[in-house]
């Protein structure tokens, strides 16, 4: 009796270890099949795009690094590693100074020039996609060149109907007096937005940001402005 259930005993274990065996690393292992796999990373945009702008000319730039401008032959740099600011930053060039947008814009820069081939500047990584619907309220900064001579900051604030197709907004509460604020009706296509006085794009994933260039005249002044916000 006890040879009979020693023999039982010992068929069961093997019946158990075998099963274990198949089962990659036995009842109590793991299952490599069963681990859910990582999810890959999203590919980072490598395609910069935006506008320059020097009064009533408007242009638009491409190229691949968000911290220079290609122009006219010329690679212009915006801004610089080891430079950097919440708000806006500063570096000097054979013409002057550029003044850019800092780091709480991830995905887009924008800011002016003393002189050279243009005034103001926006670029950044285009958004793929943008909502087909509802509206977004976006807030943000600007910065211009007020009659040629007097370099002003200032805040944007838009509303967008991504239904409507249309961006609604102003640049305004500039730090000087005076200066002229800018309204902005602009209709959207694609990624990008325009009117009479304004170009601009919508950059980052999910429309997450928007950035432009504008100019602006109203009682014989002159406002070149560049201009990003972020949605709420």
Avoid at 77 to 87: D, E
Avoid at 162 to 186: C, H, M, Q, S, Y
């Amino acid at each position: 009796m006890i040879k009979q259930k020693t023999a039982l005993f010992t068929f069961v274990l093997s019946f158990l270890v075998a099963c274990g065996s198949s089962d990659s690393q036995g009842i109590y292992g793991t299952n490599d099949d069963a681990k859910p796999k990582p999810k890959p990373e999203p590919s980072k945009p490598t395609r910069v795009s935006g506008y320059i702008s020097k009064d009533k000319g408007m242009d638009s730039v491409s190229g691949s690094d968000i911290n220079s401008i290609h122009v006219a032959g010329q690679t212009i740099v915006i801004a610089q590693p080891g430079i950097t600011s919440g708000g806006f930053t500063s570096i000097r060039d054979n013409n002057g100074v550029i003044i850019t947008s800092g780091t709480k814009y991830q995905s887009s820069k924008f800011g002016m020039r003393t002189k050279g081939l243009f005034n103001v500047f926006s670029q950044g990584y285009a958004s793929n996609g943008i909502p087909d619907k509802g509206t977004a309220t976006y807030q943000g900064d600007a910065i211009g060149l007020f009659d040629d001579k007097l370099t002003v900051k200032g805040k944007s604030q838009f509303v967008v109907d991504f239904r409507g197709k249309i961006v609604k907004g102003k640049l305004f509460d500039w730090d000087k007096k005076g200066v002229i604020n800018v309204p902005v009706l602009a209709k959207i296509k694609g990624s990008s937005f325009s009117s009479f006085n304004t170009l601009g794009r919508f950059y980052g994933e999910n429309a997450k940001e928007m950035s432009g260039v504008s100019y602006y005249t109203e009682n014989g002044h002159k406002l070149n402005s560049a201009f990003g916000a972020i949605k709420k």
